[in-house]
């Protein structure tokens, strides 16, 4: 089942800008996972933030975590050509056995 | 290298002719999963697998069978593809018997399935 829905599906930028996407999940969690995916490969781990986290930093990622609004935001900043991808936000699914839910994705386009 | 493989990296066979996809990894990982990915719906997954001899269905398991008789081997079978199993399929794997928040999962790079 759907869990993590992230939000714009697609977004388009010029390389040096800031990128944002949302994640909004359904029901409670232990803690949101960030992934990215280059076209037609697995996908690659980014990120966690613990649910008693609200915000957390790597290199030029920035996560945010609200449990209040079950929601989520991954900023990459001064984004590079490479950073295009999709990105998706996973969540572990509270009580049930089944591992990582995965939303449907942004796809981000850096132009160059 | 520490690393989720899979094969065939793309596949193109007709309906209802039996296919086996391999998913093996070196980690040493108790937990093994398989997803679908498609366009507008993201990843599913299909079946998972917590141990040796332990699987369970994901969230849409029709159409599939998997095996887990050693560790580090996950196959997907298809016993009778139809064309609405064409698809990206993924593999993975995380360390723990249940994905625990702090579990990262690693996929393999892929399986590119058309079934005419």
């Known amino acids: 089942s759907q869990q993590g829905e992230e939000d714009p599906q697609a977004l388009s930028i010029q390389e040096g800008e800031n990128a944002t996407m949302n994640c909004s999940y359904k029901t409670s969690i232990n803690n949101l996972q960030w992934y990215r995916q280059n076209s037609g490969r697995g996908l690659v781990h980014l990120i966690l933030?613990?649910?008693?986290?609200r915000e957390k930093h790597s290199g030029r990622l920035r996560v945010t975590l609200d449990t209040s609004k079950k929601s989520s935001s991954l900023l990459i900043t001064a984004s590079r050509a490479a950073d295009t991808a999709s990105y998706f936000c996973a969540t572990d699914a509270g009580g049930g056995a089944d591992g990582l839910t995965f939303g449907k994705g942004t796809h981000l386009i850096i132009q160059p | 290298e520490a690393q989720v493989t899979q094969n065939p990296r793309y596949l193109i066979t007709v309906t209802g002719k039996k296919l086996t996809v391999t998913c093996s990894q070196n980690?040493?990982?108790?937990?093994m999963s398989w997803y679908r990915q498609d366009p507008g719906l993201g990843l599913r997954q299909i079946y998972y697998s917590m141990n040796v001899e332990v699987t369970d269905k994901g969230d849409v398991p029709e159409g599939y069978k998997v095996s887990r008789k050693e560790k580090r081997n996950f196959p997907l079978i298809l016993e009778s593809p139809s064309p609405n199993q064409t698809s990206l399929y993924f593999c993975a794997s995380s360390l723990s018997q249940r994905p625990l928040s702090t579990d990262t999962q690693y996929f393999g790079p892929g399986t590119r399935l058309t079934v005419l």
């Open positions: 980690m040493n990982h108790e937990y």
């Open positions: 933030i613990r649910s008693n986290e």
